[in-house]
């Protein structure tokens, strides 16, 4: 089993920035595939970012692209989500998530995940 825990979000103008912390506990996530996701309401949730916890391969939705950045540290079995240049449109519930393997697949679906955080609301105010 693997807990997972958000914190960080807030509400912010557009053009500022969040820093998202995912704190796991439960197992060693050498082998893990760890992944952010979002939920506006009304839609479905939707792939953010993802991180191969041992080999650091990264992906991004192309809608993040070139403004968020995910990390881990691995001594204090964290991920982050550090979100710049924000707009209105990244309004959302964000939630961590993990599945295990480190596969060649992107794991961009949210049914590609096992375990899943509570989530922490982002507000991005125009």
């Known amino acids: 089993q693997v807990q997972l825990l958000e914190s960080g979000g807030g509400l912010v103008q557009a053009g500022g920035s969040l820093r998202l912390t995912c704190a796991a506990s439960?197992?060693?996530?050498?082998?893990?595939?760890m992944g952010w996701f979002r939920q506006a309401p009304g839609k479905e949730r939707e792939f953010v970012s993802a991180i191969k916890w041992l080999l650091g391969r990264i992906n991004y939705a192309d809608s993040v692209k070139g403004r968020f950045t995910i990390s881990r540290d691995t001594s204090k079995n964290s991920l982050y989500l550090q979100m710049n240049s924000l707009k209105p449109e990244d309004t959302a519930v964000y939630y961590c998530?993990?599945?295990?393997?480190?596969?060649?697949?992107?794991?961009?679906?949210?049914?590609?995940?096992?375990?899943w955080g509570q989530g922490t609301q982002v507000t991005v105010s125009s």
């Open positions: 439960g197992r060693t996530l050498d082998t893990y595939t």
């Open positions: 998530a993990a599945r295990p393997g480190l596969g060649a697949v992107a794991y961009s679906s949210a049914g590609d995940y096992e375990y």
